[in-house]
């Protein structure tokens, strides 16, 4: 049976959605309190982030498994407590815990990168207990990862890994309805690997069986504007202020 997309409050309201890619980080850090707030300023519903376990199964807000790039300590931030990462310092303000997230952007529709398996019992627990489902898209690059979050999350909109996207775009490239294992959205580059994943035949063809799309990571205005021509419905973008541009003109 198809999943219509319409039918999650999730995806309620107009498309284009844009994705406010780690925030608004132009004026504070990726993944902050500050990042959200700005991307929230600038127009936007929908806040792209990513969540890692911190050392007692807290989903904490962050991209990168270890502290190097983003403050001055190092090491893997699993070594670390929540309270012990809300203590160090990343552009004035300590990390932020998935909880945090919902309970100070109670209007936000979070889209939630699973990036590490120490992350999912912190996530299912911050979703559940905020019944912040309706709220939230979950996705991982490990179809093993995204599929173990959203069977505690019943009901919780979904998109694929990368290794159940390649199985959905061949079978679509070959006219073959797709077998879709609980998604209702394709996150992905234009391109990977010398190949195009986003044509306006491919868009028509992943509308068809039922699937939004949605393109990271576009930053420039010329290119929003051409993948908005052939269709997509939403761009994951670090320029959530030119998007929303592009899509209100």
């Known amino acids: 049976m198809t999943f219509l997309t319409t039918e999650h409050a999730?995806?309620?309201?107009?498309?284009?959605?844009?994705f406010a890619h780690r925030g608004l980080h132009l004026d504070a850090p990726e993944n902050t309190a500050g990042s959200f707030r700005a991307a929230l300023a600038a127009g936007t519903t929908f806040i792209e982030t990513d969540v890692v376990g911190s050392k007692d199964g807290v989903a904490i807000i962050a991209h990168d498994l270890t502290l190097d790039r983003v403050s001055s300590h190092t090491g893997p931030l699993s070594d670390?407590?929540?309270?012990?990462?809300?203590?160090?310092?990343?552009?004035?303000?300590g990390f932020l815990t998935l909880s945090q997230a919902f309970e100070q952007f109670p209007t936000a529709r979070f889209n939630i990168?699973?990036?590490d398996n120490a992350a999912i019992d912190g996530v299912v627990h911050a979703v559940n207990h905020a019944d912040?489902?309706?709220?939230?898209?979950?996705?991982?690059?490990?179809?093993?990862?995204r599929r173990?979050?959203?069977?505690?999350?019943?009901?919780?909109?979904?998109?694929?890994?990368?290794?159940?996207?390649?199985v959905i775009a061949a079978a679509?490239?070959?006219?073959?309805?797709?077998?879709?294992?609980?998604?209702?959205?394709?996150?992905?580059?234009?391109r990977a690997g010398g190949i195009t994943l986003v044509s306006e035949q491919m868009v028509e063809r992943y509308h068809g069986a039922g699937l939004e799309v949605?393109?990271?990571?576009?930053?420039?205005?010329?290119?929003?504007r051409r993948l908005l021509g052939i269709g997509v419905d939403?761009?994951?973008?670090d320029r959530a202020d030119i998007a929303l541009r592009v899509v209100n003109s």
């Open 214 to 224: 949605h393109v990271w990571t576009v930053n420039d205005e010329e290119t929003m």
């Open 80 to 93: 670390y407590t929540a309270a012990e990462l809300a203590e160090i310092d990343v552009g004035g303000e």
């Open 172 to 190: 679509t490239r070959l006219g073959v309805t797709p077998p879709l294992p609980l998604v209702q959205a394709l996150q992905i580059p234009e």
């Open 10 to 18: 999730y995806f309620s309201g107009p498309a284009p959605r844009v």
């Open 148 to 166: 173990a979050t959203i069977a505690r999350i019943p009901g919780v909109a979904s998109s694929a890994s990368a290794a159940e996207f390649a």
């Open 234 to 237: 939403g761009i994951v973008t």
């Open 113 to 115: 990168d699973v990036k």
């Open 132 to 145: 912040a489902r309706d709220r939230v898209l979950i996705t991982s690059f490990s179809a093993g990862r």
